[in-house]
């Protein structure tokens, strides 16, 4: 029996969202407590848990596009063994990494803190995976839906971002502290805009597919969205560099239209709720829930990116927890979301399962768990950011001094990381327990 490539990746997706939130609760709790854990030292456990995050995002969005083409775009794949061949690629280099940071051999830098030279199969993979895409993509006869374009973007730009972070390597880049930090920090910015494209992209199909309404891929609003993106990955890296000498007016631009761009998303998924009849809504129902929620961090996070660009209050948060929770309310609360939505609807699609009553009340519980978890989560980190931008700017406390105020909010943060790892555990519980059933069983679903 022929398996769905696609479901392997998720499959793989869900076990390092699993393993990137254990990880991430072990290096908060080792945040707060140093002596916690020892075994596994912060510095091992904090790439880790980046690392596995990182991984659940590109898996997913990955799979997703490996199982839309031929099963909703009328696509099949040009090669499903250089599909197979990127999945092996990108398992064995995962589990290359993580001995790598358990043996404690780092050589990278953020986000990418493996030794150099396993960027070389990774880069390798993503041109297995372009090329396919590609490949498959150029028989689609007339114009290309917005989710389409978006994906082949998103593919395209993680080369060219991938590549700009491992500039570092050359002396030109690296002896130049001011050129060093500019590059760095241009690569990373522009590298989440390309991962965003991918997942935007998954947003955008699913809500298209749910509707039944081919429309939505192809509409004004949702090619202005793309463009805005688009531009948003070309420009919107400039917040990152406050500390480097530049002109005002780019990181006043960048923010601008990073702003732009999450209204366009809040604007699209508002004018799907409303169309959709209650009958799609109830057959996908956890793909809906999932793809709501996204759409209450999208502005959450609008509101807390629009109040930290203002310059009287960005000059108490800029570089504290309140940063961080931008990141994570962006990771989580938006990317996870839309991701998961997706998961769903790929598992039903493919097993064609039924949840049973006390599964089906269990993965509400952990929908609830996660995203009030998500809230407290988010609400600690910015509460101990302010109160470190004020101790820092008014009172020009010392770090130990900062950190013995804030560190009871921080434990409010590390606990509820825990409701965050529940929450993903009984969400993806019985998603992966289908999963394992479709690959070992016989019959054709």
């Not at 406050?242 to 007016?249: E, F, R």
């Not at 997706?342 to 064609?352: E, M, R």
């Amino acid at each position: 029996m022929k398996k769905e490539l696609g479901i392997v990746f998720i499959f793989f997706a869900l076990m390092a969202l699993i393993a990137g939130m254990f990880f991430g609760s072990i290096s908060s709790f080792q945040f707060i407590y140093p002596e916690f854990l020892p075994q596994i030292p912060f510095y091992k456990t904090r790439p880790l848990h980046v690392s596995m995050v990182v991984s659940w995002i590109f898996l997913s969005a990955i799979g997703g596009i490996y199982f839309y083409l031929p099963k909703f775009c009328n696509l099949p794949l040009f090669s499903n063994k250089l599909a197979k061949l990127h999945l092996m690629l990108f398992i064995i280099t995962g589990l290359i990494i993580i001995a790598s940071y358990i043996y404690g051999q780092f050589g990278g830098r953020e986000y990418w803190e493996f030794p150099p030279i396993l960027s070389i199969p990774i880069f390798i993979s993503w041109i297995i995976f372009g090329y396919n895409y590609f490949k498959t993509v150029i028989k689609k006869i007339g114009q290309w839906p917005v989710y389409m374009w978006m994906w082949a973007t998103g593919i395209c730009f993680f080369l060219i971002t991938f590549s700009e972070a491992y500039l570092w390597l050359f002396p030109f880049f690296r002896d130049d502290p001011i050129r060093d930090l500019t590059v760095q920090w241009k690569a990373y910015g522009a590298l989440v805009g390309s991962w965003n494209m991918l997942v935007y992209g998954t947003g955008i199909f699913l809500m298209e597919k749910i509707k039944g309404d081919s429309s939505l891929g192809h509409s004004k609003i949702a090619f202005l969205m793309y463009f805005l993106g688009f531009t948003n990955l070309l420009f919107g890296w400039a917040h990152h560099i406050y500390i480097l000498p530049t002109q005002p007016w780019i990181r006043h631009l960048s923010y601008f239209i990073s702003m732009t761009e999450l209204i366009i998303l809040v604007k699209i998924i508002w004018n799907w709720k409303k169309s959709i009849s209650d009958s799609k809504k109830n057959f996908q129902h956890l793909s809906y829930k999932f793809i709501v929620a996204s759409d209450f961090w999208i502005l959450f996070n609008l509101i807390l990116a629009i109040l930290i660009s203002i310059p009287a209050i960005n000059v108490y948060t800029h570089g504290t927890h309140v940063t961080v929770a931008h990141a994570m309310g962006s990771s989580i609360g938006i990317n996870t979301m839309i991701l998961l939505s997706s998961v769903f609807f790929i598992i039903k699609h493919v097993t064609n399962y039924t949840l049973t009553p006390k599964q089906e009340q269990l993965t509400k519980y952990g929908f609830w768990i996660l995203n009030i978890s998500l809230f407290v989560f988010l609400a600690s980190l910015i509460w101990s950011g302010i109160i470190k931008g004020v101790l820092i700017i008014e009172n020009k406390l010392i770090f130990q001094e900062i950190m013995q105020t804030i560190t009871p909010h921080l434990k409010i943060f590390t606990f509820s990381g825990i409701g965050l790892l529940i929450g993903i555990i009984l969400i993806c519980y019985h998603q992966l327990i289908k999963i394992i059933n479709y690959l070992f069983s016989k019959a054709q679903h």
